[in-house]
Nanobody
Framework: QVQLVESGGGLVQPGGSLRLSCEAS????????MGWWRQAPGNQRERVAS???????DFADSVKGRFTISRDNDGKFLYLGMNSLKRDDTATYYC????????WGRGTRVTVSA
């Protein structure tokens, strides 16, 4: 079954850190450029980071220098490391393939608040 399951979200204070995970199944994970998106209430979904199969990364300007993206091709996991979190980072975070996107998962909610 083709599936993406995000986890790791939660409530964190401004300046804090979180690490999100995405477990992929049902497709040849290492062949795909993978990415993380986020969607805040009332906003459109935006891509924040992506990573190729061999580890080349790209980031939105809003998160550059604060977020990292990595992957475990053997285990079929995608990760998003988030540091120096800001209130504007509050959103539901999703993972997906950049090409041939799959149905969106439930996402994982990140709330940055004091």
């Amino acid at each position: 079954q083709v599936q993406l399951v995000e986890s790791g979200g939660g409530l964190v204070q401004p300046g804090g850190s979180l690490r999100l995970s995405c477990e992929a199944s049902g497709f040849t994970f290492e062949n795909y450029v993978m990415g993380w998106w986020r969607q805040a209430p009332g906003n459109q979904r935006e891509r924040v980071a992506s990573i190729t199969g061999d580890g080349t990364t790209d980031f939105a300007d809003s998160v550059k220098g604060r977020f990292t993206i990595s992957r475990d091709n053997d285990g079929k996991f995608l990760y998003l490391g988030m540091n120096s979190l800001k209130r504007d980072d509050t959103a539901t975070y999703y993972c997906n393939r950049l090409l041939g996107p799959l149905p969106w998962g439930r996402g994982t909610r990140v709330t940055v608040s004091a």
